[in-house]
């Protein structure tokens, strides 16, 4: 009989061990996939595709044991070779190749060369061959930076003591309501794909006090702009005992700084590559949604044309101003009107025409939305009377509140277009893995 007895130690050797260690001179074995093959005659430069980058082998006609025609692009391979200091090369390092063994080979020609500094396609070709092009080191660049992200808010998260929690995206009914809902059969009955986990995360405030969720969610919007997706991404919590909503822009700032700091230890390399300088964080100023719509107004003679939400382009200008006023790269947008905002939504004791609830603009973008919730069960229900509403579907939602919850609040924020301003896009679908969007189902 044999055991498994834990993760073995490879033969192989990666990038951060040869820069972590004293290899100089020594002979060590790596794989990866081939990247580009630069042949100058008697030498050639094999550059390997790893997971932490590139790194550049020497080809030496009747030195390496293999016959450089036989090679091709998108192979995976196994190579021995000695190290060498390269200041030239990726990682200041080169390894000087003896033998070359070929682990798998293509199939097909790439569709495109990824080995380019910058992919030379469309995003629609981008996306057709999105598996293809991420391959390309700035493509996936822009993911690494995404994962910093997550890393960033669950680390920080934890470190406040929230416990993260796994809510269901199948429903009977949607918690931010509305008909754009992806609806679909379940055994018979009717349910929907979650737009937020807000009915769960609230709940789960009077179990754990704090908790917090990354997962996707569902908009059957008709949208197709730079900056919607029917499926993104959403990093979300939910914390209790809250003296105000306040107390949530703070939370959303200290994951900010937390991350900004994160992201230029651990991901510099990337961030370099992109050429990415991190937004200022070290604080964020905070308007009501009426002063920043006349601000604007009178600073851009823009016209004010709905009272009631922000326009894209009033978004933009926003954090036009702040940047010019203050340097700011965020700015929170406070107290909106009350019939934009979600029946959940905790209205100003001093104005209910507005809600204890803001937006986070990232250069001019919604990146964010959030506020302060009505925790007391009559409150709620008088706010979905005076809707309109019914409160079908609702009875597992609203029992929670029947039996007691602390003053609460959270927030959503939208990860792929928080990466997106991040890395400079201008399009959503940049920073998506694999976009949902009005015409792509695949891949």
């Known amino acids: 009989m044999e055991y498994v007895t834990g993760v073995s ?11 972590s260690g004293d290899f100089e001179g020594k002979q ?18 094999v550059i390997l595709r790893k997971r932490e980058g590139l790194l550049q082998c020497v080809f030496e006609e009747g030195k390496t044991k293999f016959d450089l025609k036989e090679l091709k692009e998108a192979s995976t391979i196994e190579v021995e070779g000695t190290v060498r ?19 798998s080979e293509p199939a097909e020609q790439l569709p495109f060369a990824i ?17 293809i092009a991420l391959r390309n080191v700035r493509e996936r660049a822009k993911f690494r930076i995404q994962e910093g992200v997550v890393r960033g808010f669950r680390d920080f998260l934890y470190s406040e003591g929230f416990t993260e929690i796994h809510t269901p995206k199948i429903g009977a009914k949607s918690a931010e309501g509305g008909a754009n809902l992806f609806r679909l059969e379940y055994f018979h009955r009717p349910a929907v794909l979650q737009q937020s986990p807000q009915f769960y995360k609230q709940m789960m405030v009077g179990v754990f006090d704090r908790v917090f969720e990354t997962a996707p969610v569902f908009r059957a919007e008709k949208h197709n702009t730079k900056r919607h997706l029917n499926e993104y991404t959403s990093l979300d919590f939910e914390m209790g005992y809250i003296d105000g909503f306040e107390d949530i822009m703070a939370m959303e700032t200290g994951f900010l700084q937390y991350t900004m700091k994160f992201l230029e230890r651990d991901y510099a390399k990337e961030l370099k590559m992109l050429g990415v300088t991190l937004p200022n964080v070290e604080q964020i100023p905070a308007v009501r949604f009426d002063e920043a719509k006349q601000k604007v107004a009178e600073k851009y003679h823009r016209q ?12 933009a200008l926003i954090g036009q101003y702040y940047k010019e006023e203050c340097g700011a790269d965020f700015v929170f947008v406070t107290h909106y009107p009350s019939k934009k905002r979600p029946f959940y939504a905790m209205d100003d004791p001093a104005d209910p025409t507005y809600t204890l609830s803001f937006d986070l603009l990232y250069h001019g973008l919604e990146i964010t939305t959030g ?12 706010k979905i ?29 939208g990860l792929e277009r928080l990466t997106m301003k ?22």
């Open 9 to 19: 130690k490879k033969e192989t050797v990666e990038i951060s061990e040869i820069l």
């Open 28 to 45: 060590v074995k790596v794989n990866g996939a081939v990247h580009t093959i630069r042949d100058m005659g008697e030498v050639a430069f």
């Open 85 to 103: 200091a390269e200041h030239r090369a990726p990682n200041g390092f080169e390894v000087r190749l003896d033998t070359i063994r070929v682990l």
């Open 115 to 131: 080995s380019k500094w910058k992919l030379q396609t469309t995003l629609e070709t981008n996306l057709d061959h999105r598996a």
């Open 304 to 315: 004010i044309r709905n009272p009631y939400d922000l326009e894209p382009e009033e978004e």
């Open 371 to 382: 506020g302060q919730r009505i925790h007391d069960y009559q409150m709620l229900l008088d």
């Open 385 to 413: 009377e005076k809707r309109g509403m019914t409160t079908e579907g609702m009875e597992q939602y609203l029992a929670v509140f029947k039996y007691g919850m602390p003053p609460h609040g959270g927030l959503g924020i």
């Open 422 to 443: 991040l890395v400079g896009e201008d399009n959503v679908r940049e920073t998506t893995l694999f976009p949902r969007d009005l015409s792509r189902l695949e891949p």
